[in-house]
C-alpha cells in the first residue's frame, strides 16, 4: 500500500462522507468519498470548475482495483487505470466552465472499498516552469517514482528538473544529471551507428540482412537492413513471441535466441514493405550486423563512434541484464498488493533499447538534429525521411524516429517503453526546440510529452488543433446492424458496439462511451483516438471478427452470447496443443464449466470465447482453432498485436 503524505492523511481524516452504491455525489477540494464497488456496479462524483482549472486527485484503492473515467459535457476527457491497488492518481484540466463527472467502476467485475480525494484544484499555470511542476505532481513526493525533464529552447538546454524519487529502498530522490533508461528512444541511435558505416562503404542499408548475418533463413525474398530500421521487413516480434514461450518481460534470455526465433519462423508475416509492424526483433539485428560489420561490440562501437563524438560523456548502453548502472534511477513496477516493487531492464535489448542517459546528454543529441555534427546532413535527411509502403500509404517513421505534426509545428518524436521506465522525445526543428522527460516509474504517461512542450514553446504553435476531420463515408443499415454486438480483443478487453439513432456507439469495458463513425463500407474511426477497427464480412453480410488498428493490429472476434459453450462442447477443444515454432506446449482442459489452458512456464489461462472456435488467452493473444474435414479440431493458430499466426498442432485428446 502506498504511504500517503501527511497533507492527504489530514484531509481523509477530516472531510471523509460515504459513498452509496447508487449515488451520484458531489466533491470539492480537500474532500474525502468513501464508497464501496460490487460487481457491475458504477459511482459518479461531479465536480464543478470554473474555466481554465488543473485538478489533482486520487483514488486510494483500499481493496479492488478502481477504473477511473473522467467526463465532461462534451464527452471523455481522461481514463487512468494503472495500479491495482494504493493509489490510482489522477490530473485533469477543465477548458469551459462547467460540472465534471468522475465516474469510478471496478476491473474486471471486483468488489471492494475505496476512498476518493480532491487534492487540489487551481488555475492552469501561466509561466512555464510552473506549468511543468504542475503537469509533473502526481511523481513528486517521497514515496513515489519520478522523472527527470529536460527543455531545449533555440538551442539551449534552459530546463531541467528532476521529481519525485529515484531509489524507494534507500529513499534517495532523483536529482539534475542523474541517469535514466529511454527504451525505444534508443531505436534513432542505432540508425545512426549503422549510417555511419553506410558512410564508410562497409555496407549499404539497402543490403539484405542475409548477406551480414547468413544464418538467418531465406524466405524467398530479400529483408534489408532499412526493412528493419522501419518495421517492415515481416520478422516475428521478439517480445511479443517469448510472451507465448512463457518468458516474462524481466526473465534473461541472450540475444541469440532472437536468431532462433526467426529461424524457427515459417514464413515472413508480410511480404518486406508491405505492412507497418512496430518490431523489436529487426533493431536486435541491426545492433548484431553493427558488431560483425565493425569488429567492435555494440556497446563499444556506440560509446567511441557516437557518444563520444556528441560529449555525451555520460550516456551508456547496457550490456547485460541487472548492469550495476551508477547514478541511475531504480525501475518501479507497481506491486499487486499496493505500492512497488523493484523490475529488471528487459533482457537482450541492445539495439532496441538499452541506454542510459541524462538531460544534459539527451539536449546534445538533439542539437545534433540542427547542427549535423555526427553523420552530416546527408544521415540527418535520412533518418527524418518518412517511410512509404508499397501501397503508397505513409507509415509516419523514418529510421528510429516517428515523423509527426504538432500545432502545425514539425515534430520528429519517439517514446520509450522498458519493463518500468518510460520516456518521451520530442524535436522540432523549426523551432530548434525539444523536450525530454524520462521516468524510472511504470505508470509514467508518455503522453505528458506535448503538454510539456506546449508550456515553453505554445507561443510559437499555431493556436491548438480542432479534433482531426474525419472523412465519413456511406454504410449500410444492414451492416451496421451487422457490426452490434459484444467483441473481444485478443487481451480479453471487451467492447459493446451498439446503433442508436442510426449511429454506431462503442463502450469499452470499463470506459467511456464513444462514437465509431464509418469510414467505407467496412470500416470505422473511433472519435477521440488515433484508432480505427476494420470488420470483416462473410457472403451472408454477417461479420464474426474484426482488427482494432491502434499501435499495431489487435485482431477483435465476436463474442456470441446467444450461443452458450456448454462443458461438453468445449471438451471437444480438450488435449495438449505442440508448436515447434516456439517450442511450447499448451495442454487444454475444462475445469468448472470453462476451458483453461495451461503451460509450465505460465499461471494457467481461462479461455474466453468469442467468434466460432475463436478464444482470447488473455496476454498470450487469440486462439484461433483449426477442424479436419470431419469436424475434428485439429490445432490452433495464436494471434497477438505484433506477432501472427504461430501454429499449434494437437497432439492428443483425453482419452485419445
Known sequence: MFRRTALACLLAASSSVPLAAQDTRSIAEGQTLTGTLAAESEHEVTLALQAGQFVYGFVDQLDVDVVVAIMSDKGPVGRFDTPSRGEERFTFESEEAGTFTIRLTSFEDGEGDYTITIRRIEDIADDPEDRIDQLMIAYDDDVTPGAIVGVVEDGRLVFEKAYGMANLTWDIPFEEGMRSNIGSVTKQFTAMGLLLLEQEGKLSLDDEVRTHIPELPDFGTPVTLRNLLNHVGGYREVYNAFGMMGYGGEDDFPREKVIQLVQR?????????????????????????????????????????????????????????????????????PAEQGGYRQARDLPAAAGAGGIYTTAEDMAKWMLNYRDHTLGGAEAIEAITTNTILESGDSTGYGLGLGLATHRGRALWTHTGGDVAHRTYF???????????????????????????????????????????????????????????????????LEIDIELADGDLRATPQGQPMTVLVPTSDSTVSITGVDASVTFRFEVDGSTRSAVLHQGGENPMSRVEQDDELTPAMLRAYEGRYWSDEVEVAFELMVEDGELVAHNIRLPSITLQPGATDTFAAGAVGAFEFKRSGNGEVTGFMVNNARTKDVWFEREWVPGG
Open 265 to 333: 519462423q515459417p514464413d515472413l508475416q508480410a511480404p518486406p514493405n508491405t505492412e507497418f509492424n512496430y518490431n523489436n526483433t529487426g533493431y536486435i539485428l541491426v545492433s548484431m550486423t553493427i558488431e560483425r560489420v565493425s569488429g567492435m561490440s555494440f556497446q563499444d562501437y556506440m560509446q567511441k563512434r557516437v557518444f563520444e563524438r556528441l560529449g555525451m560523456t555520460n550516456t551508456l548502453l547496457t550490456n547485460h541484464q541487472g548492469q550495476i548502472i551508477p547514478n541511475s534511477g531504480m525501475g518501479y513496477v
Open 426 to 492: 520530442g524535436w522540432y526543428p523549426e523551432l530548434e526546440s525539444g523536450v525530454f522527460v524520462s521516468s524510472n516509474n511504470a505508470g509514467f504517461p508518455t503522453s505528458i510529452g506535448r503538454p510539456l512542450a506546449e508550456a515553453f514553446f505554445g507561443d510559437e504553435m499555431e493556436p491548438e488543433e480542432e479534433e482531426a476531420d474525419i472523412v465519413a463515408a456511406e454504410m449500410s443499415d444492414e451492416r451496421k446492424e451487422a457490426i452490434v454486438g459484444l467483441w473481444r480483443l485478443a487481451a480479453g
